[in-house]
């Protein structure tokens, strides 16, 4: 595998597994991942691929997956688990408690909340690796909204389509700091987000930025997605 980071989703539902391989592929790009379709295709996997974590469906066509869990931490013991699962936490709590660490999330699940599952779930020299996407791929917004949900800290270097470069800071969650090539502070995060194509690249933060932006994240974020929805509005007219 040439990506650092493999995860091998255990899911039946060809829907469901084909949707979260090709969103978290353009979400986090430094993660290979595979899919099995049942309990007997993930034992051949783990024999012959080195995952660093999995995500298992818990109804399967041949199995159950806590039992495949239980299976996977004989061969792997040190293996990162995130169960996928309708099936309430209470109804199942003494049973995953027995497996020791392992994630929960109950179907239908908020995809940016299994992005941050996995995120925890990588190692910390993994989670400090640079790298970019495509806003055709990755809409901005949502890459924003899952660093600040996540708390985590990063400096967003964006190309727009006409050539704009612009920055956005984010630190510990909280939206810091934004630049253009013309703007600064909350208009320029407002004209970042207006900008519907272009490419991005994360880096690490490491502070010595001026703060330009104030208030929640939830709030800078909710009023540039009006302003930018009003001006496509405006211009569609």
Known sequence: MNKTFPILILEDDLRLSDGLK????????QVEIMVARSVAEAHVFIYQYEFHAFLV???LPDGNGLEFIVDLQTVLPDARV????????DEIADQIQQLGSVGFLQ???DILALERELRDLLPEE?????????????????????KCLGHDSCRLQITGENGMRGVVVIDRGAILHAETDVLSGAAAFNEILSWKGGIFHEEEFRGGVEVNIEGRWEMVL???VRLSDECHAMRAA
Not at 135 to 145: E, H, K, T, Y
């Open 22 to 29: 090709a969103h978290l592929g353009n979400a986090l790009p």
């Open 126 to 146: 993994e989670k400090k690796l640079n790298f970019q996407g495509s806003l055709r791929q990755l809409r901005l917004v949502d890459l924003i909204q899952v």
């Open 222 to 224: 909710m009023e540039a």
């Open 57 to 59: 469906d818990l109804t």
């Open 82 to 89: 995130v169960l996928m699962t309708g099936t309430p936490y």
């Open 107 to 109: 179907k239908p699940f």
